[in-house]
């Protein structure tokens, strides 16, 4: 009976062993895509900033701070935190404002389109594993961590 679990068990472990080094791939293909997309629609606003402005105050409805400030706020975390993310430093950090900002894009509009609502839940889910996992192996995070580690 043993040897047959073993059986089953043996290739079950080797493939979760083998999927674990693909964890990194993963990661980083997380951080490159959800920044991709919050540092396109950064640029977008930064070319046309009386457009950004305009849809501040008449389009988005962002609580308890003026258009202008969240005008603001909204372009540069979208700008910087994708930099960020992408090198991996501060991984977590950079994750989580970029989900702050994910989340605010949401309740901002005051309708959006399923489609929309589906791909900012996508992103939101991408950035929450680099928040609970961190940037990975394949990061300025992990670089510094392996230098602190041989330091110590």
Do not use: C
């Not at 997309?37 to 009386?50: E, P, S």
């Not at 989900?99 to 939101?124: D, K, M, R, T």
């Amino acid at each position: 009976m043993t040897t047959l679990t073993q059986r089953l068990i043996q290739p079950y472990y080797q493939t979760s062993n083998f999927l674990n080094y693909l964890q990194p791939i993963a990661l980083l293909a997380a951080r490159f895509y959800v920044a991709w997309i919050f540092f396109a629609a950064g640029l977008t606003k930064l070319r046309d900033w009386d457009t950004t402005l305009f849809l501040f105050e008449e389009e988005y409805s962002v609580p308890f701070i003026p258009f202008e400030l969240a005008a603001y706020l909204g372009t540069a975390g979208e700008i910087l935190l994708p930099i960020i993310l992408v090198l991996g430093l501060a991984s977590r950090f950079g994750a989580l404002g970029l989900s702050i900002v994910n989340i605010v894009a949401v309740i901002s509009l005051v309708e959006i389109a399923p489609a929309a609502l589906y791909a900012h839940v996508i992103w939101g889910l991408l950035l929450i594993q680099v928040v609970v996992f961190g940037g990975g192996k394949l990061s300025v995070d992990h670089l510094f961590k392996m230098k602190l580690s041989t330091q110590a």
